[in-house]
């Protein structure tokens, strides 16, 4: 079946680091791919989105391309900030029921 | 605009107990959802609903009853509180057509089952 993996957490870096949470997926047919965050004590919300191969999302400064030859959409960041430290999740849409299929989430912590 | 509003954020119930949590969204969403969140499980779907009437069951929906009688609300009803329903619930709602899968979520409801 459809599964998506996420590099596990904790992910820990210094102010202004780049970052690359990595997310590969399986799936049949041609999916939707979904970055979703959620901010210490909140529910997630959509960071980027992509909906065909070679598609970039971005939002916020974050990036990530749907790779569908490796099966990736890595999410990136040129510098980041302690505003950013969250659980990152990666997901992905194949089917026509309106479920997203969930990576386990991955903590990103950024020290000052 | 509200969103999406869940009650209560916070729980404590007796093994046994039953109690509902409140999910109300005012996006004329059709689409509304359930997750549980645990630590290390990510998110796991209890149950959703395309639309008013319809609803059905998600990855774990033992142990809770959903019903969906118009567009806003979708409560969660937890039949006979068990430790294993500790956990935090998210309630979800997207359109179907092309918003579909772009989830908005409620704040949480933290439950504790002693």
């Known amino acids: 079946g459809d599964s998506v993996t996420q590099m596990e957490g904790p992910v820990t870096l210094s102010e202004e680091a780049f970052l690359t949470i990595n997310c590969t997926y399986t799936?049949?047919?041609?999916?939707?791919l979904f970055w979703y965050v959620q901010y210490p004590g909140e529910g997630l919300q959509l960071l980027l989105k992509a909906t065909k191969a070679d598609d970039k999302g971005s939002n916020k400064g974050f990036e990530a391309t749907y790779r569908k030859e490796t099966t990736s959409f890595h999410l990136e960041k040129g510098s980041v900030q302690v505003s950013d430290s969250a659980v990152y999740f990666c997901?992905?849409?194949?089917?026509?029921?309106?479920?997203?299929?969930w990576g386990a989430g991955t903590k990103l912590i950024i020290k000052p | 605009n509200a969103g999406v509003t869940q009650t209560p954020k916070f729980q404590v119930l007796k093994t046994g107990q039953s109690m509902t949590l409140q999910c109300a969204q005012d996006?004329?969403?059709?689409?509304m959802s359930w997750y549980r969140q645990d630590p290390g499980m990510g998110l796991r779907l209890i149950h959703y609903?395309?639309?008013?009437?319809?609803?059905d069951q998600g990855e774990v929906p033992n142990g809770y009853n959903v019903s969906r009688s118009t567009t806003e609300d979708f409560p969660l009803r937890l039949l006979s509180a068990a430790p294993s329903q500790t956990s935090v619930y998210f309630c979800?709602?997207?359109?179907?057509?092309?918003?579909?899968?772009?989830?908005?979520f409620g704040a949480g409801s933290r439950l504790t089952v002693l």
């Open positions: 979800a709602s997207s359109s179907t057509g092309t918003g579909a899968n772009v989830l908005t």
């Open positions: 609903s395309v639309g008013a009437g319809i609803t």
């Open positions: 799936a049949t047919g041609y999916p939707s």
């Open positions: 997901a992905l849409s194949a089917g026509s029921n309106y479920q997203l299929i």
């Open positions: 996006m004329n969403h059709e689409y």
